[in-house]
């Protein structure tokens, strides 16, 4: 556990809590505020443990909020995303839709998911991809350009490196798993 309060590791948070005792404040395991001495830290499980034992959440990380303060920002960024996936978008265009600054933003979002909204576009992009890949039969040109993607040689970069093949090569091998299947 401590490790993961050292690396602010997100995916902890809400399995346990941090308490101070020298502070009697009580933690995210994701939280940025300073670190304590490890010999002042106790780990709890449950929220309600923790402050029957006399702790107080946190100002910064809110632990006692089910949902980061930000949590509705990123939700409605990712659901413009989804939506607007075909048209060429610019981080001012996802910050003008939002109502915030394009540098506060692209910090916000991957404060919370770890990942730009260019890389996570991208994602959702690639996953349509690999949807028309497996049930049309539309050339990898067409599906480039009908997933939003501005030139081939993006589109078949991004694919690579998240599929970890070129699209034909996908194609392929889902045919493969159809007859082997």
């Known amino acids: 556990m401590w490790e993961k309060i050292i690396a602010c590791d997100r995916v902890y948070d809400g399995l346990f809590y941090t308490a101070v005792k020298t502070t009697k404040i009580y933690c995210r395991p994701s939280c940025k505020s300073r670190k304590p001495k490890m010999k002042n830290v106790e780990f709890y499980q449950?929220?309600?443990?923790?402050?029957?034992?006399?702790?107080?959440?946190?100002?910064?990380c809110k632990p006692e909020?089910?949902?980061s303060p930000n949590i509705e920002v990123v939700k409605d960024v990712i659901s413009f995303l989804v939506n607007h996936y075909?048209?060429?978008?610019?981080?001012?265009?996802?910050?003008?839709?939002?109502?915030?600054?394009?540098?506060?933003?692209?910090?916000?979002?991957?404060?919370?998911?770890?990942?730009?909204?260019?890389?996570?576009?991208?994602?959702?992009?690639?996953?349509?991809?690999?949807y028309l890949l497996?049930?049309?039969?539309?050339?990898?040109?067409?599906?480039?350009?009908?997933?939003?993607?501005?030139?081939?040689?993006?589109?078949?970069?991004?694919?690579r490196c998240l599929q970890n093949c070129s699209p034909s090569e996908y194609r392929k091998q889902k045919g493969k798993?159809?007859?082997?299947?």
């Open 46 to 60: 449950d929220i309600q443990e923790v402050e029957k034992a006399g702790y107080r959440a946190c100002k910064r």
């Open 65 to 67: 909020v089910e949902h």
């Open 134 to 159: 497996k049930n049309t039969d539309l050339t990898n040109l067409e599906i480039c350009y009908e997933t939003g993607f501005q030139s081939p040689s993006n589109f078949y970069k991004i694919f």
């Open 177 to 181: 798993d159809e007859l082997d299947g």
């Open 86 to 130: 075909k048209q060429k978008l610019e981080l001012q265009d996802i910050a003008n839709h939002v109502g915030l600054s394009p540098y506060y933003l692209e910090r916000l979002f991957k404060e919370e998911t770890r990942e730009t909204p260019r890389s996570y576009l991208e994602k959702i992009r690639i996953d349509k991809a690999v």
